[in-house]
Structure formats: C-alpha cells, structure tokens
C-alpha cells in the first residue's frame, strides 16, 4: 500500500510523456498497457541473491516503485514507495503449465496507478528450473526496457557496479539465457519491438507475438501508421504488402530490413511560420474549390450525438487547446492568383474569431444549416463547433463543421483522441500536456514544395495510367435528373448496402485467404460489379491515400491526402483469387508513390482541367470511426457520443464508394455507403450496380470462390 503521507514518499517529477500515458490508461481502464517478457534459467540461481539484486535495480531506479494520483489542485503527481518488496514476488510452482498460467495472469493484470507500482518482477521456481518475468508498463517506456533491466539485474547478481539504463538497448552475444517460447508476447527483439507498436495502435495489451493483426481490428490506415513509427522511432523497414502476407509480429520480423541508426530520424524542427505556401496536395485541392466557385463543395460536416450530458465551457477550453496546438485549425487560406498561401492567426489573435456556439446560442440554426454553411478562408477561421439542444430527447448534439483545406480524414483520429486528453484535463482543472510536440503543417508545406515532384513517381503512375480508358459508361436504365444549364455537376443522391454479419465474417474470412484486406475485397467486389454491369475491358477507379509519408508529422492537423488512381483489367479467363491478389497487391505497392496529387499526373497525360477527372468511380475506407467515441471525466465517468451520419445532397465524383469498416463490441461491422451523381447516373442504374456488389459479395463467400474465372461469374 503506498503511503498516504506525502513526506513519507520521495517526490519524483512527471515528464510529459508520462502523462500522456496515464491519461491513455484512464481513458482505457480496463486495458493494460504493457511489455513483457521472461527468462528460463536451466541451472538456477541463488534465490536470496536474486532477490538482493532486484532490489538493488529497484532502489537504483525509483520510477519502477512509483506511484501516480492528482494532488488537490488537480495535478498529476508522482511518488516513491519505500518497500521494494511490492515490485517484486517469489512464488513456487509445480509445472510449467502452473508457470505460464501465472505470467499470463501477471500480464493481464489491470493497472491501479495510484495504489501499485508500473513494474513486477515475478520469480518462478521449481526443483529444475527459475523463471524471471518482468512487465513494465508503458510508462515507463522512457526509463528502460525489459531487456535493460535483466542486464542491471545480472550486473547486480553478479557484484558488478550498476550502470544507467539507455535507450535502445540490445542484449549482447553470448550468456544470455532463452527466452521462454510458449510464453505469450515474447520472441526476438525485433518482434518484440512491432508487437509493442501493434499493442499500442490497436489498445490490445494483451496480443502476442503470434496474433494475426486483422483479427483485432487493424486494417491498411494503422498499418501505415505502424510502418512509419517502425521506421522513424527503430529503424525497423517493413513493406505494407507484408502486413497481408505476413500479419502477426513474428512473420514481419523475419521480413524487416533493420537500417542503421538514425537513418530515418526526422527533420529538425523549423522556426514557426506564419505564413507558407500550400502543399502539393492542397495546392491542387484549392484549384478545385476555386473551380467550384468557393462553395460548399469541400465542408466536412460531421456531428454527434451525445448520449451523456457534457460540460459546453469546458468543451470549448478543451477544443481551444487544440487549437493552440494545431496551426490549420487557426489558418486563414489566400487564393489570389498564382500567390494562393496560407497564413496562420497567432494565438494573440484568436479572440477575434468566433469559432464555437454553445447550444444556448443556436437558436434559427440547424445541423442542416451548419453543413451547407459557405467559408470565407481568407476572413475567418476553418472550422465552426456549434451544440444544439435536441427538443425531443434533452440531448446534446455537436456540429463540428471543418474545411477540407484544414484537415483530412487522418487529422479528424488526431483530433478526437487529443480532444479526449485536453477534456480529461480541462475537467480536472489543468492544461493538457502532450507526449510530443505536433509539427506545424506550414512547415511541412514549405519543405514539400521546395522538394516538388518526383519525377519518378509521377513516371510510375503514367506508365500505368497512360492506355485506360477513362471514366464509367453503364448502359442506360432510367434517366438521370435533369439539371439547369451551366449548373455544376456536383447535385448527389445516396444509398447504403449492409451486408448481414455472416456476409461480413464472410468476407473477412475470404481477404485473410488471398492475402488482402477487406478493403481489397471490397473494392475488387465494386471494380467487379461494374465490369459485369458495363461489360468493361478496364476501369479507372480513384481512391484516397494518407500521404503522411514521414512520421514526423503524424500528429500534425493538416491536409496530407493525395488522390490516386489506379487501372484495374478484366481478363475472363482470371479466376477471382487471382483478381483480388493482383488488385491488392497493384493498390499496395502503389501506395509509395501516392505522394503525386492527381492533377500533376493528368497534365503528364497530356489532360487539362476542362477534361474533367480521369476516373468516374472513387472508393475509400472509413475505418474505427472516430466519431463513436466517449470523452473520460477524473472520476471515471464515460460521456458517450454516436456519429449522426450526414445527409450527402453533393459530390465531384460521379460514383463514390464509402467503407465504412468499425470494430463493436468486438464485431466486425461494415456498410458501403454509395453516393452518386443524380445528374450523370439513374436510380435504375444505381439499383442495377448495388444487386451486382451484393450478387459479388456473396459469390466471395463461397468457399470454392477463389477458382471461379471471371466469365463464369453471373451476377
């Protein structure tokens, strides 16, 4: 029991990245978030002066026997236990069966931050053999390792002088006892280095080395998000067709290429800028808003329901602290003429946007109203949060209006997660503090174009590009809305296919076999079904990449994404396993060269903006919505909230595609949203093209599906 006197504990400080964590545990509470691991030792040690050397490594590193809780001023605090003994416990065991079962038991272990120590070292020991285990939690992943401590435990068993632990450190060659195999999480460094960093995305503490990263939720945008962290933070190189080849933190090991020490460290950091160019990316997106006469075609309307009641003031403190530490989300955009930039407001200034409505303010406004509301970038600030207050019900719904020159669909995960952190804070009477700094995306749009374009990516995607045949032509069925002359092609109808979760465990089942994700299968389901509508040779079908190529701006706001496309064939004597192995593995390897905007790639073309887009069709994913969430309260309260799906009433693409792919309670849920432009596209033929994706799916789940040719195939 830690002592309640706070002269009888040696107060520690708190770093950052040690708030966060805890502040991560509180949100998860009945998640562990640890490392683990365990050595047999065949000739067995002396059991008092193994326990004098734990305690020797204890004393030494005071953050292993620490105790974290919020003083009264509502501050996180960090004290000392003076018994060793409560980090360390020696027990007898039977069998090895007895053992693992204890370990596993240790590891599973929820985490009371107040009352026990981030460290146990657990001594196992029969008349054969001694196991020692140690699980740290990732608190303190800034103070040593596993492996760091067994060095300082030996050096102590030993009688040698205890040095500091560093970071990272390798175990040395020679002497070292095996790792015991059939404990879960445990394997060689390098797997144990990707297992962490799947722990970590997923909120999965417990997941081994042998566990299949899909099966717990992960899909293609975490995938990426790991490989970038793998290879700025270990120097750890991974290609993304491994992660569906090779799913589990085992079989990636034995397929990473370790690269020298510092090879992937990130820029410095820049002196903030005020004012920056855009991005590539971004460049290409306020061509077509200008082209789409600064309308409303690119508002990111989101909103939530809140099930529990919220505090609006702190709310709105919490969303401000974000945007403090965001640059877009306090930028002003400028489009004039060949000088288009971007300048951020300083905080000085923020007082002279208005910004946010608590729903005593929302009289004569509507969620409807805040969609279709029309910016003015260059005089007010990107976003608008505005609460209501539901008639109805009683609830709280939120309005979080952004533009998509601010953020994209990667910001709006950065966003809420640190929304939830800055609110736990704020509901606890302190600022927010954040494990690393977010790098300010005029910086990173200042670095991208002075590097320009790659040649040799833009030759890879006309190489590819250059025969399509562009755009979609079904056959006719129906008649398209009629529209006014000159009225922008942008007016957009909507639909949903929901496939019933045998379909969806179905589906899954089929892209673990062939090597994909459930957005290949999807999206090949999709290029599918319009070859068999259309009777089509080829298809160019768009799609959405992060274009967060560097880790160090993954927990930067700010608009990253490029759009590519990619040229899918239909050959009619290809079975379908072979198709969606070659669909997957073309949209994979591309994904490396997704740091061309499209518009660069059609003037290599030799297309102008009049032509329009060279595809019709656009198809992404949407995965662990964000927007299904809850906001944490110091006492342990959940203040839930449910994403209102918008009403989409417009759209540049002709057809576009929305995967909606989430993990509840611990299902697998997906829907494809499907909406279409009303002007270019008939209901008949919409109605035509979802019975084909649902006549597909099912043909997926047929186990002998794989071997079916694509002309056999009647949908």
């Not at 990473?256 to 004012?275: D, I, K, M, N, R």
Request: include cysteine; charged fraction near 20%; charge should be negative.
């Amino acid at each position: 029991m830690m002592e309640r006197n706070p002269e009888a504990a040696a107060q520690l400080s708190v770093s950052g990245f040690e708030e966060h964590v805890w502040l991560t545990q509180q949100q998860y509470p009945d998640q562990a978030f640890r490392h683990f691991s365990a050595w047999r030792f065949a000739d067995g040690l002396d059991l008092a002066r193994l326990e004098q050397a734990l305690q020797a490594v204890v004393s030494q590193l005071p953050a292993l026997n620490a105790r974290y809780r919020f003083n009264d001023d509502g501050e996180l605090h960090k004290v000392s236990g003076s018994d060793w003994r409560a980090c360390v416990s020696v027990s007898p065991v039977e069998s090895d069966a007895q053992a693992e079962a204890r370990l596993q038991t240790l590891q599973n272990l929820p985490w009371d931050a107040e009352q026990q120590p981030p460290f146990n070292a657990l001594v196992l020991y029969n008349g054969q053999t001694l196991i020692l285990a140690f699980v740290l939690h990732q608190v303190l992943d800034q103070t040593c390792r596993e492996d760091d401590l067994y060095r300082l435990v030996m050096d102590a068993y030993a009688g040698r002088p205890l040095g500091a632990p560093h970071l990272p450190w390798r175990q040395g060659a020679g002497g070292a006892p095996e790792p015991v195999a059939a404990v879960p999480g445990t394997g060689n460094d390098i797997a144990a280095v990707i297992l962490g960093e799947f722990r970590t995305a997923l909120a999965e503490p417990g997941m081994t080395v042998d566990d299949d990263f899909f099966d717990f939720g992960g899909h293609s945008l975490l995938a990426t998000r790991i490989i970038g962290k793998l290879l700025g933070n270990h120097g750890i190189g991974l290609q993304f067709n491994d992660f569906f080849s090779a799913p589990t933190a085992r079989a990636l090991a034995a397929r990473a290429q370790v690269q020298a020490a510092g090879a992937a460290s990130a820029p410095e950091q820049a002196p903030e800028l005020q004012t920056a160019p855009f991005a590539l990316a971004q460049a290409s997106l306020g061509r077509t808003y200008a082209a789409f006469d600064f309308g409303t075609i690119f508002n990111l309307p989101f909103a939530m329901d809140f099930l529990d009641e919220v505090d609006e003031v702190l709310f709105e403190r919490a969303f401000a602290d974000l945007v403090e530490r965001h640059a877009s989300l306090r930028t002003t955009f400028h489009f004039d003429a060949d000088q288009a930039y971007q300048r951020m407001v300083p905080l000085a200034g923020l007082a002279n946007y208005k910004w946010f409505w608590p729903s005593g303010e929302g009289e004569g406004a509507s969620l409807a109203s805040e969609a279709g509301y029309r910016f003015d970038l260059a005089r007010e600030l990107p976003m608008r949060v505005r609460f209501f207050r539901d008639p109805q019900h009683g609830r709280q719904t939120l309005s979080l209006l952004v533009h998509h020159m601010a953020i994209d669909e990667w910001s709006l995960n950065v966003i809420m997660e640190e929304l939830a952190q800055a609110y736990l804070a704020r509901a606890a009477g302190r600022a927010p503090t954040w494990a690393t700094p977010a790098r300010s995306f005029h910086e990173y749009a200042q670095r991208e174009q002075a590097r320009g374009i790659d040649q040799r990516h833009l030759a890879y995607w006309t190489d590819m590009l250059r025969p399509a045949t562009p755009g979609l032509t079904l056959p006719t069925i129906g008649a398209p809305t009629a529209v006014a002359n000159g009225e922008a092609s942008t007016r957009a109808e909507w639909f949903e296919i929901c496939p019933s979760q045998a379909l969806i465990d179905g589906l899954y089942g089929f892209a673990r076999q062939h090597n994909a994700s459930l957005f290949g299968v999807v999206y090949s389901a999709i290029a599918l079904a319009l070859h068999k509508v259309g009777d089509l040779q080829d298809l160019v079908i768009g799609t959405s990449a992060s274009g967060r190529s560097d880790p160090a701006y993954y927990e930067s706001v700010g608009y990253f994404t490029t759009m590519v496309a990619h040229r899918v064939q239909f050959d009619r004597q290809q079975t379908l396993g072979a198709l969606i192995e070659h669909t997957s593995r073309m949209i994979n390897d591309s994904m490396a060269y997704a740091d061309v905007p499209m518009e660069h790639i059609q003037q290599a073309l030799g297309m102008t903006p009049a032509d329009g887009l060279l595809f019709d069709v656009y198809v992404q994913i949407h995965a662990n919505n964000a927007l299904n969430g809850a906001l944490s309260t110091p006492e342990g309260q959940a203040i839930r909230y449910r994403q209102i799906d918008p009403d989409k009433s417009q759209s540049m693409f002709g057809i576009q595609f929305e995967i909606m792919e989430n993990m509840l309670d611990g299902q697998r849920a997906l829907r494809l949203v499907v909406t279409y432009c009303s002007d270019r596209y008939s209901a008949a033929q919409m109605a035509r093209v979802s019975a084909a994706i649902e006549r597909v799916f099912a043909q997926f789940v047929n186990p002998a599906s794989g071997s079916v040719r694509l002309e056999q195939l009647n949908v």
